[in-house]
């Protein structure tokens, strides 16, 4: 496929006339080939009408051809072959075994959704019989159903330039719920965007949707994802990335004439608590894992475990001493994008500097476009003095925390902001004091998870992703697994409907 | 009973220290015996520090325990007898058969979450089970379940003193799901809620819960709603009320530290649409349906039907003079509050003085505690023009816009803002006309019905009382009907725990 940076608007594609940008190849810094070029606000205007024309039709899509499209989508990215991984490659600088796999998600994710489309469940068809000899007044007939919200505005991640962008689980859900989508393309990966976009484009004319369904623009500054967050035809926001960028969007959306719910994933520094048995018995499993965890993917996942709780003592001791030895080994990697290698690089120095830390180790020096793997440690009490010391640094830097005892650990548990995850490292002699802190982290995050890491997400029924704010916009919402597509449906109830005028499915109820 | 005017914090109860206030006899605007006394800032942190404290063992209790609570707490509302009923009609000005006909909802609504909670399907238990040997990743064991947000802040509703105060909806759903809850008593009524909320006090001793679990509090300004929904243990936020309030408790619940969701049920005038052949065949029968529901309980219903659509011609002449006829003729009732009955007069002789507007018709004249009530009429032309004839006049007010045709008539719907309810009147030869408009309506309005207006709300599982804004903050949620509890929940995922850390809930599932 030939790459020519043109906005995929409605079915057609169209230059740009509002900026031009070059993708950035991660590793060296140098610009990829291809311009690409930023949607003007016409181009806007354009995507969210023929959305808003598409929703007509395609929320009355049947659940099998709803299902069939999502397979389709699939399929194409899978022939789109080699080609989306090496620039996928070149844009991010991810491996090809970590890209490989994560197209293996975004197309699991599409199959996924188009099993549960199939099942039809997320419909929540309700039926109350009705009674016309009831007394005072005869009972009606009622009939329940979700209907979807209206078209999405989806705003690709740089993190996972498959599974969180064009065609990820925002897009996905959204259009497993009968929602057309917009998508505001990251620029960090502006050439798998658009072959990622052009395989959605095709499943929409292969399965003979209204064109409008899907629609990819560029942007060279804000001002495109603003505007669409501010259209009145766009009735849901999907986002996964910076807190300042989530909350800019949170505040455009409660400001319009009919405000619209944001579904922005931002910031979690997802917290492991170390138990004093379970790491005593095992200081190098738990090292090991950690450090796995820290640096993969050059620490740049929504779940990267920034926060280590643990009870002062010998075994802490250890624990970080162990941890830096395997620091000190780990290579440099090429981050995302220069921006985001000298934004960690300025956050690991501001730890570095900050007078109540103390530097445990680092990985080995790289280039100003790598991320040097970084652990600091301090105090229960200087973490609790210093609120700065919760912000996320993005990318593979970790910070322990020394308590004094599970009173102080408990302390510090309670000045925490909303998580995507809390990790607990238990044995059974730690299950007494894990169990009681369980409803505290219920609270907390969206996923609790024992003797592990949080940095997989497995996608399917039961998992949740999301958590209460910042980690999320809206902490009753999941960004991963089935139950995402619930945040772009509601319910509307049909009192005495004649069968002809039910929609399909609320025709042949039982009570 | 003997009513004191006394808070109720927390199992004890306190004499407020923010001011003194008397009920209002609704027909007379004179005082009704016993002072009550505003809660102060004290009080309020007191009230939200007890919710949080109660929260930790309230969210624990078990299914059946949750459920009987609910089922005492409808007892002891039914034991506090006829003083109840006369006391609510003394504050309220509804008759004696609403007031009756609103307890069995409210008890009803209470037995109803009480089944609902035994069923236990709210809680959503999701189970995948793990498989350590899949390559290249174990699939983690992921248990999934609903926990409560955690405390929530309800403010009871002028217009139904029972069903949504006190121990309404928003309160039953919310102890449903497991939250304690702080209610704001509504001044309109004190002496009312006092009595129910000293019934749901003996209930939380009866059933040995926290006394934390429920406390009540007045209020003579906004201070309290206001600092209760900025408390940090307050985690959700039940409101029926003007768009005003709703909006104002928005912006509030938006811009604390950690934002919550406010569900606000705030405005809508609930579009009647009478397609032609349906009222060339029936103009008696939708006129007197109309009429009588036009002013049911003086018009304070939230779903009171303030706009009907219909085409232009003799049958819709017919229909304007046969209500007018039937309205002459309605005696004017005692409104909920001297100062509703004063926005209201001034709502109608807005309307009356509007250049674009004519008066059809006015019911017999009253005293200035008393609501007459009033039909207007214009055209689509002037009603798309003026955005301000959308405005709810709270009370027994309509207006009817007269289109030229079907295509005005959708036109006009184009430009409604979001709806509790939207009424179809049809027969068999508009069906065709309908159902190509129903997709259209299930974006309006959470509630679509048949031949028949939307001012009676079952309170049933395929119920949803909600909409799109401002009909309420929050179009994906509905605050009657069983559907309701999962205002007050989140997911949360619980992965690779052992069974001793489990909640009980998932110890023992299959995939």
């Known amino acids: 496929m030939t790459l020519n940076g043109n906005l995929l608007v409605a079915g057609k594609e169209k230059r740009g006339s509002n900026g031009e940008f070059y993708a950035t190849e991660a590793a060296t810094g140098k610009s990829l080939p291809v311009s690409f070029a930023g949607a003007s606000v016409d181009d806007v205007e354009t995507a969210a009408a023929q959305a808003w024309e598409a929703f007509a039709s395609y929320r009355e899509t049947d659940l099998e051809s709803r299902a069939a499209f999502l397979e389709t989508i699939a399929a194409e990215i899978e022939s789109i072959g080699d080609e989306l991984i090496i620039r996928a490659m070149s844009e991010t600088g991810l491996s090809r075994g970590r890209l490989e796999g994560e197209r293996n998600r975004t ?8 099993k549960e489309v199939r099942e039809g469940r997320f419909q929540e068809l309700r039926f109350d019989a009705g009674d016309p000899s009831r007394k005072p007044v005869p009972k009606p007939d009622l009939r329940l159903r979700n209907v979807p919200v209206g078209p999405v505005a989806v705003f690709g991640a740089s993190n996972f330039p498959l599974a969180f962008s064009v065609a990820g689980g925002d897009t996905a859900s959204a259009l497993a719920a009968g929602c057309p989508v917009v998508v505001k393309a990251h620029s960090a990966h502006p050439g798998t965007s658009e072959l990622v976009g052009r395989a959605v484009q095709r499943a929409v004319e292969v399965r003979r949707l209204h064109p409008g369904t899907f629609s990819l623009l560029f942007d060279t500054g804000f001002e495109v994802g603003q505007k669409l967050v501010a259209d009145h035809r766009i009735r849901a926001v999907g986002f996964t990335g910076s807190r300042r960028g989530g909350t800019a969007l949170m505040e455009i959306a409660s400001k319009r004439r009919q405000p619209i719910p944001v579904y922005a994933e931002m910031s979690s520094i997802n917290p492991a608590i170390l138990f004093p048995n379970a790491l005593a018995k095992n200081v190098e499993g738990i090292a090991a894992a950690f450090v796995s965890s820290l640096v993969l993917g050059a620490g740049q996942f929504c779940t990267n475990p920034g926060l280590l709780l643990a009870i002062d003592g010998g075994a802490l001791d250890a624990f970080i001493a162990q941890t830096a030895k395997l620091l000190t080994e780990v290579a440099p990697q090429a981050m995302l994008t220069p921006s985001i290698a000298r934004t960690f690089c300025e956050g ?164």
Do not use: W
């Open 107 to 114: 197309t699991g994710q599409l199959r996924l959704f188009a």
């Open 348 to 511: 690991v120095e501001r730890l570095r500097l900050h007078p109540e830390v103390r530097a445990v180790a680092s990985g080995l020096p790289g280039s100003e476009f790598q991320g040097t793997a970084a652990l600091f440690e301090t105090t229960a009490s200087a973490f609790l003095a210093h609120d700065e010391l919760q912000n996320e640094v993005f990318g593979a830097a970790g910070i322990v925390v020394r308590c004094r005892d599970l009173t102080e650990l408990e302390t510090v548990i309670d000045a925490l902001e909303g998580q995507l995850t809390v990790a607990l490292f238990v044995n059974h002699d730690d299950e007494a004091d894990a169990r009681r802190l369980v409803p505290k982290l219920e609270m907390l995050a969206g996923r609790l998870l024992v003797n592990g890491f949080g940095t997989g997400v497995e996608v399917s029924p039961a998992m949740v992703h999301g958590g209460p704010y910042p980690a999320t916009a809206d902490g009753r919402s999941t960004s991963v697994g089935t139950l995402a597509i619930y945040r772009f449906l509601r319910p509307v109830s049909y009192q005495d409907f004649s069968t002809g005028l039910l929609p399909p499915a609320l025709r042949n109820m039982k009570a």
